[in-house]
């Protein structure tokens, strides 16, 4: 496919008032999305290209291996103190004290946070999204390790207010 047109893909969508537009052939997929978050306008253009995985063929005559046990589910802290709030994951996505990794991290256990400061960052679909803290108070816990997957609604800190 080329420039002109994926120039021409972006005006159809456009007038269309389609929100999300997927062209997948082969390799090469192409994502155009827009929105009311956009102001009308087209969103930007994703381009992926991924290499096609090579076919593995399982030997015949293999024991079929029973499935791995259920993961066991996320663990929550016990139930807070009365003086204490818990900073929950507003989405799915993986979890990161830091900005980068030669980057200090936002919060140290002990450290005072005000509500709006930023605790972590949480990936999800490429995008960093920072999360915030809701309550004054002092870090007593982080429940969560660095770079790990965290579900909806999953516990991150507990905060001493």
Known sequence: MDFNQIQELIRLVSKQKITEFVYKQGDFKLVIRQGSEYN??????????????????????APVAPPPPPAAAPTTPDAPASNQRVIKSPMVGTFYRSAGPDKPSFVKIGDDVEAGATVCII????LFNEIESDVKGR????LVEDATPVEYDQPLFLVEI
């Open 139 to 142: 870090i007593v816990k982080v």
């Open 40 to 61: 009308g306008s087209v969103a930007p253009v994703v381009v992926h290209s991924q290499p096609a995985p090579m076919p593995v063929a399982a030997p015949v005559s």
């Open 123 to 126: 990936e999800a679909m490429k």
